[in-house]
């Protein structure tokens, strides 16, 4: 692709011309170092769009309409994703809504939740009773400000129970219930998942998923693995031989983990999250509110109004012509 091309290689284009003199080629040069200038910023303008464009052909277009989700069902036709797997060494079902608005999550004719005014579902865990029934549902909500002119969100975490008939959000956290449901596994490993690596053999699950609409790479240790330590090649995000690491997201840009979330329990069950950012030096932790507005900077990227893609497309076939163009006016 002629938009990756550096201005190097188009230099050593330019100067490799064995079937002129030596001066002849170098009387161009202080042309080719104005236009340089002038070219260098179209070059990486155009390599970012062309990234960005390759990052939305791994999307899958919304259905338009808001769903309402059974758990135990999978609509067709949409980029909602449903996963059925371990959890915290319990049954679960794990769910993400992708680029879907979700208008209600039931189990059948039982409504578990609906959203209030500003409210997104981000995923979902639903974790099954021995009856393969749902026995406690875990969301993260996304509460939006509904401000246009200063927008901001911020996640929390909410658990439902069934009681009197009716789903309703408990007043604490439930991981004295799922303990409950959980399956009593022996425990055949202690492992490190590596967020660069497709498979982790019979020990983890992994999935692409999306998260709203950023590309998301999803890590499940299976009944029985215990994940005590979370990498990247060679870098260590989170160690603790004392907790268990139960879910791990790696959020993508142009293809690499730039933002890893990890839900972790500790050694008295007590459920949190730990956050780690890509920057210049390396791998650094960040707090919740960091992380809130560094997931909303990844949407932003991916949320170019039709005009904008339009004219960058342009932009990019008027930038590959003049690159075309110039290599053929020094052969």
Not at 263 to 284: C, N, T
Not at 285 to 311: C, F, G, H, R, W
């Amino acid at each position: 692709m002629l938009s990756h091309i550096t201005p190097s290689v188009l230099w050593v284009l330019f100067f490799w011309r064995p079937k002129h003199p030596l001066r002849h080629t170098f009387s161009h040069l202080p042309a080719m170092c104005a236009i340089s200038h002038l070219l260098l910023p179209f070059l990486l303008y155009t390599h970012l769009v062309c990234e960005a464009q390759e990052d939305d052909d791994e999307k899958s277009d919304s259905s338009g309409s808001p769903l309402v989700v059974d758990v135990n069902s999978t609509p067709s036709g949409t980029c909602y994703k449903r996963f059925e797997t371990g959890v915290a060494d319990a049954e679960a079902l794990v769910l993400f809504p992708g680029l879907e608005t979700i208008a209600a999550i039931t189990n059948g004719d039982k409504t578990i939740w609906k959203p209030g005014n500003n409210q997104t579902c981000k995923m979902c865990i639903v974790f099954l009773n021995k009856d393969k029934n749902p026995g406690v549902v875990y969301l993260m909500i996304e509460n939006s400000s509904g401000l246009t002119d200063n927008p901001s969100s911020t996640f929390r975490d909410l658990y439902l129970k069934f009681k009197g008939g009716i789903w309703k959000p408990s007043a604490r956290k439930y991981p004295n219930r799922i303990t409950d449901l959980m399956l009593n596994s022996p425990i055949r490993s202690t492992f490190t998942v590596d967020i660069e690596r497709e498979s982790h053999g019979t020990k983890c699950k992994n999935f692409k998923v999306l998260f709203d609409d950023i590309p998301t790479d999803i890590f499940i240790p299976k009944p029985g693995h215990i994940c005590t330590k979370v990498v990247v090649g060679e870098e260590t995000l989170w160690e603790n031989p004392k907790e268990k690491c139960i879910l791990v997201m790696a959020h993508l840009k142009n293809r690499q983990p730039t933002m890893v979330h990890m839900f972790i329990w500790d050694e008295v069950y007590a459920f949190k999250h730990h956050y780690m950012e890509l920057e210049s030096e390396g791998w650094v932790p960040i707090n919740q509110k960091d992380y809130e507005s560094q997931v909303k900077a990844l949407e932003d990227i991916k949320t170019m109004p039709p005009e904008v893609l339009i004219q960058s497309a342009t932009l990019v076939s008027l930038t590959r012509a003049l690159i075309a163009a110039m290599i053929i006016s020094v052969m």
